[in-house]
């Protein structure tokens, strides 16, 4: 993408970040030779967050991005890759299509994938595919996650955070925040748009409740997927027969064919009820662990715009993606060739202090704006202006709700979703005074 | 300032829309960006230079005018 944006002379000056290098792709010869000499060893992954820090990311990840953003990796199969750390070649790479997506193509960062390449992306699995197939799935449902469509959903996702706050009243003190409010709040909305019938709901939340568990191996998360995907797929022909005011509805009039459509639908509801969900926990944690940030929100809630963009960042619980070279990519100097895998550290990148003055500090009065949280490129997040409108009800009407809500257990008590493709909580025990 | 689109690079995420909705619009059916005005005043600039910046696929072209064609758009 930077190498289309660099036409100065033109007097076009194309968008680009300050922060970037003007131009990423530029090939730097000295320095590539120079580099090329002090290639530093393959490192792994680093995976495991200090005890005591469950926000921040693996902390050798700050260290080796200020020695070298993009850098050589060793993956568990043996493959010699990448590790991008840096905001600016994070997004680099996001947005460039020499490098795919294809899941075939990649190689898994972390231990507990196969030997060699992913099996291929199932049908309707928008993440592990590249244009021309994304782009038609994309262009089929972009219309259906437009900002204005889902600000529209503001007064529905009100009333079910308004419902959900009235039934922890009633339960507590005590309750599992994750239970009573981060999960169901996200899946009633994905739910009901998608167009899963009330009777369906509990079957569907069950094999997503596979997805996130933590016993769970690689192979019952496919087999909930697809369980997932099976259920939906059930739902088509009633709603190619009788359709009603929903997405899954909308999507039977256009070329999809059944299989894609469920695919599609599993797909969806997966993504809608693990990422939101994890936010919700996660950021009431981090909030409840930083009480001036929870202060200032009480205090104002006209920052949950911008408190909403600094949790994202701050938080980045979809903390890892993967990218395979279609071809040899020269980039930061270093050249990557075709057929590696390149894992891209969103949560690194978003901690960039090149691009976030003080960036391992909770700030809502900060603007986040341009963080990487929902990827970047043309696999940016489809759903997340659905994401933002939930959360920015959510946040404010929770912490408006409980003035003194707090941690009832010790805060290393909080059982996390280590070593998770999604971070965040698996129960978040909290309390309040009642009046 | 003047801006164009490429709407067959856009991919409808809608940061355009989300930052700058005076500038930027997203069509009802295929969500894809929908340019309100190609030209905008003095005070909707910044906006529209934050917007584009951000865009995750490249979809627009910033062209400044004579005697600001060399501020560089970007997230400020």
């Given at each position: 993408m930077q190498h289309e944006q660099s036409a100065p002379s033109s007097g076009q000056s194309a968008p680009?970040?300050?922060?970037?290098?003007?131009?990423?792709?530029?090939?730097a010869t000295e320095q590539t030779a120079h580099q090329a000499a002090a290639q530093p060893e393959p490192v792994t992954l680093p995976l495991t967050r200090a005890?005591?820090?469950?926000?921040?990311?693996?902390?050798e990840l700050a260290e080796l991005r200020e020695q070298q953003p993009l850098r050589p990796m060793r993956y568990p199969d043996g493959h010699v890759g990448w590790l991008a750390t840096g905001h600016a070649v994070t997004r680099a790479i996001a947005a460039?299509?020499?490098?795919?997506?294809r899941y075939e193509l990649l190689r898994l960062?972390?231990?507990?994938?196969?030997?060699?390449p992913l099996p291929p992306a199932p049908?309707?699995?928008?993440?592990?595919i590249d244009a021309p197939e994304h782009t038609r799935y994309r262009r089929l449902l972009a219309g259906k996650f437009t900002v204005r469509r889902m600000r529209l959903l503001t007064e529905r996702v009100e009333q079910i955070t308004a419902d959900h706050l009235d039934a922890m009243e009633r339960q507590?003190?005590?309750?599992?925040l994750v239970q009573a409010f981060a999960h169901p709040v996200p899946a009633l909305m994905i739910c009901e748009l998608l167009g899963v019938p009330q009777s369906d709901r509990a079957g569907f939340q069950e094999h997503a409740a596979m997805l996130s568990s933590?016993?769970?191996g690689l192979e019952e998360q496919m087999a909930a997927l697809t369980a997932l995907t099976e259920c939906v797929g059930e739902l088509v022909p009633a709603k190619r027969a009788h359709p009603t005011d929903d997405l899954l509805s909308d999507l039977t009039?256009?070329?999809?064919?059944d299989d894609e459509l469920a695919g599609i639908g599993g797909f969806l509801l997966a993504a809608g009820l693990d990422t939101t969900a994890n936010m919700l926990g996660l950021g009431t944690f981090a909030l409840l662990s930083h009480p001036e940030q929870a202060a200032a929100l009480r205090a104002d809630p006209g920052l949950a715009d911008q408190a909403v963009e600094e949790l994202l960042r701050y938080l980045s619980i979809a903390h890892t993606g993967i990218r395979a070279a279609l071809e040899d990519v020269e980039l930061d100097g270093q050249l990557i060739k075709a057929g590696d895998t390149v894992t891209v550290s969103v949560s690194a990148a978003n901690r960039d202090p090149l691009k976030?003055?003080?960036?391992?500090t909770l700030d809502?009065?900060?603007?986040?704006?341009?963080?990487l949280a929902f990827g970047h490129?043309?696999?940016?997040?489809?759903?997340q202006q659905l994401a933002r409108v939930e959360m920015r009800v959510a946040f404010p009407a929770l912490f408006g709700r409980f003035?003194?809500?707090?941690?009832?257990?010790?805060?290393?008590?909080?059982?996390l979703r280590d070593a998770m493709n999604i971070h965040g909580v698996h129960q978040l025990p909290v309390t309040w005074d009642k009046e | 300032m003047h801006l164009s689109i490429d709407r067959d690079r856009?991919?409808?995420?809608g940061m355009c829309a989300l930052t700058a909705p005076e500038v930027f619009d997203q069509d009802a059916e295929d969500g894809l960006v929908v340019l309100r005005t190609a030209e905008p005043p003095p005070g909707l600039r910044a906006g529209a230079r934050l917007a584009a910046g951000l865009c995750p696929a490249a979809a627009f072209t910033v062209i400044e005018q004579e005697g600001a064609g060399s501020s560089p758009p970007g997230e400020q």
């Amino acid at each position: 993408m930077q190498h289309e944006q660099s036409a100065p002379s033109s007097g076009q000056s194309a968008p680009s970040e300050p922060s970037a290098p003007s131009d990423l792709s530029a090939p730097a010869t000295e320095q590539t030779a120079h580099q090329a000499a002090a290639q530093p060893e393959p490192v792994t992954l680093p995976l495991t967050r200090a005890a005591g820090c469950p926000f921040d990311p693996p902390a050798e990840l700050a260290e080796l991005r200020e020695q070298q953003p993009l850098r050589p990796m060793r993956y568990p199969d043996g493959h010699v890759g990448w590790l991008a750390t840096g905001h600016a070649v994070t997004r680099a790479i996001a947005a460039d299509p020499r490098f795919s997506s294809r899941y075939e193509l990649l190689r898994l960062p972390v231990p507990g994938g196969p030997s060699g390449p992913l099996p291929p992306a199932p049908i309707g699995d928008l993440t592990g595919i590249d244009a021309p197939e994304h782009t038609r799935y994309r262009r089929l449902l972009a219309g259906k996650f437009t900002v204005r469509r889902m600000r529209l959903l503001t007064e529905r996702v009100e009333q079910i955070t308004a419902d959900h706050l009235d039934a922890m009243e009633r339960q507590g003190p005590v309750v599992d925040l994750v239970q009573a409010f981060a999960h169901p709040v996200p899946a009633l909305m994905i739910c009901e748009l998608l167009g899963v019938p009330q009777s369906d709901r509990a079957g569907f939340q069950e094999h997503a409740a596979m997805l996130s568990s933590p016993d769970a191996g690689l192979e019952e998360q496919m087999a909930a997927l697809t369980a997932l995907t099976e259920c939906v797929g059930e739902l088509v022909p009633a709603k190619r027969a009788h359709p009603t005011d929903d997405l899954l509805s909308d999507l039977t009039t256009t070329d999809l064919t059944d299989d894609e459509l469920a695919g599609i639908g599993g797909f969806l509801l997966a993504a809608g009820l693990d990422t939101t969900a994890n936010m919700l926990g996660l950021g009431t944690f981090a909030l409840l662990s930083h009480p001036e940030q929870a202060a200032a929100l009480r205090a104002d809630p006209g920052l949950a715009d911008q408190a909403v963009e600094e949790l994202l960042r701050y938080l980045s619980i979809a903390h890892t993606g993967i990218r395979a070279a279609l071809e040899d990519v020269e980039l930061d100097g270093q050249l990557i060739k075709a057929g590696d895998t390149v894992t891209v550290s969103v949560s690194a990148a978003n901690r960039d202090p090149l691009k976030f003055p003080d960036p391992d500090t909770l700030d809502l009065q900060r603007k986040a704006t341009g963080h990487l949280a929902f990827g970047h490129g043309a696999h940016q997040c489809l759903g997340q202006q659905l994401a933002r409108v939930e959360m920015r009800v959510a946040f404010p009407a929770l912490f408006g709700r409980f003035p003194t809500l707090r941690l009832a257990v010790p805060p290393e008590d909080v059982p996390l979703r280590d070593a998770m493709n999604i971070h965040g909580v698996h129960q978040l025990p909290v309390t309040w005074d009642k009046e | 300032m003047h801006l164009s689109i490429d709407r067959d690079r856009c991919i409808g995420a809608g940061m355009c829309a989300l930052t700058a909705p005076e500038v930027f619009d997203q069509d009802a059916e295929d969500g894809l960006v929908v340019l309100r005005t190609a030209e905008p005043p003095p005070g909707l600039r910044a906006g529209a230079r934050l917007a584009a910046g951000l865009c995750p696929a490249a979809a627009f072209t910033v062209i400044e005018q004579e005697g600001a064609g060399s501020s560089p758009p970007g997230e400020q």
